[in-house]
């Protein structure tokens, strides 16, 4: 099992503000992976990388960016959070060639 | 028509009984097959991945069958921990994506 960390947890914070949401990996996988997922409901990509300085773009449009400077870092930022950004955000790690993913334990984001 | 499809639930079994459900997948080109489990509020962890002959991880068994696309999990001896919600998970030849299926819900009665 990958050891994928995501911090914070839990956020609450203003309409406006803007917010980076860390994860990390410790695995040295390649490939990383946002998603976001509201309760009850399936998961959505929202960004991917294959790499060092790879991102894309996943299928739900996003007002997020991310980057990847380090193999191990993949954090994602909100430059001006809305109640609609309101949702877990999911990240998830996979080794290059392999395509089973495993997950980080979620950040839980509230924009009042 | 969703690329991954698989029936919400609930489904509500009892404790020691035994549980299957399907997903389907529309395309062919499909080559890697996943369960993965989600417990309430909590990330998604992979099961167990599907291969082509079939395969069993203690009292999980999952098949493929690639002629009528589709995949499925049986559970036997259910247990309390059991329930979650079940995700089916596909990949593409050549796409390093996933495709999620939106899950089953399975709740084990005492």
């Known amino acids: 099992e990958a050891d994928i960390y995501q911090t914070p947890r839990y956020l609450v914070i203003g309409t406006g503000k803007k917010i980076t949401l860390e994860c990390s990996q410790t695995m040295g996988h390649d490939k990383m992976y946002w998603y976001q997922q509201d309760p009850g409901m399936e998961l959505h990509l929202i960004h991917y990388?294959?790499?060092?300085?790879?991102?894309e773009k996943g299928d739900l449009s996003s007002e997020s960016t991310v980057s990847r400077i380090r193999t191990e870092h993949f954090p994602l930022t909100l430059e001006s959070a809305r109640p609609s950004h309101t949702s877990q955000y999911l990240c998830a790690s996979s080794e290059m060639g392999k395509e089973a993913q495993f997950f980080g334990p979620g950040t839980r984001l509230t924009v009042l | 028509r969703k690329e991954v499809e698989q029936d919400p639930g609930p489904f509500n079994v009892p404790e020691g009984a035994t549980v299957a459900f399907n997903c389907t997948y529309s395309n062919s080109a499909s080559q890697s097959f996943f369960w993965y489990r989600q417990d309430c509020r909590k990330e998604p962890k992979l099961l167990m991945s599907?291969?082509?002959?079939?395969n069993e991880d203690g009292r999980f068994t999952a098949q493929l069958n690639r002629a009528s696309q589709y995949i499925s999990l049986l559970i036997r001896d259910s247990k309390l921990s059991d329930s979650a919600t079940y995700l089916c998970v596909v990949n593409i030849w050549g796409d390093y994506q996933l495709i999620w299926g939106a899950g089953t819900k399975l709740i084990i009665k005492p």
């Open positions: 990388s294959y790499g060092v300085n790879s991102t």
């Open positions: 599907v291969y082509s002959s079939g």
